[in-house]
């Protein structure tokens, strides 16, 4: 797990503002300090998503005493460290069923795009799950074969 460095910031009748000063440009916000690190937590996981998908390289972690004693960041109310899950998940082996000529069709597809029939999957788990993810309440989802 890597662990990246957020500052919050709070001017007079303003909101909490957070940044990271591994991720220029990704800023979030909240009316409460709670509010702050829930939505800093959320788009840093988005930022970093987005990079992976872009195929951009995450940077390591600052070292945290060197940020605080940065003059850049002697405004900052707080500093949080936010956790990220592995950015290289280990690869797990799994046994699936599916039908044969969906299999099929799976390879010939996967083959087309040049790509591994577990790389396929993956890539098409993912896109399911962010469609979902982005589902607007109420619009169900319903598996097609």
């Keep these: 797990m890597a662990n990246f460095v957020a500052v919050i910031h709070k001017d007079p009748n303003s909101d909490f503002g957070v940044s990271f000063p591994d991720f220029p440009g990704c800023v979030s916000a909240g009316s409460t300090l709670d ?17 992976c998908e872009d195929g951009e390289p995450i940077p390591a972690p600052s070292d945290f005493e060197a940020l605080v004693e940065d003059p850049e960041y002697s405004d900052a109310v707080a ?29 010939t597809v996967a083959k087309k795009k040049g790509m591994s029939r ?28």
């Design 118 to 145: 577990s790389s396929f999957l993956v890539q098409a788990a993912k896109s399911a799950m962010k469609s979902t993810h982005r589902a607007k309440p109420g619009k169900g989802h319903s598996p097609s074969g």
């Design 35 to 51: 509010e702050a690190k829930d939505m800093a937590q959320e788009a840093l996981a988005l930022h970093i998503d987005g990079m």
């Design 79 to 107: 500093f949080l460290v936010i956790s990220v899950p592995d950015l290289k998940p280990k690869a797990v082996r799994i046994n699936v069923t599916i039908p044969e000529d969906t299999l099929r069709r799976i390879d």
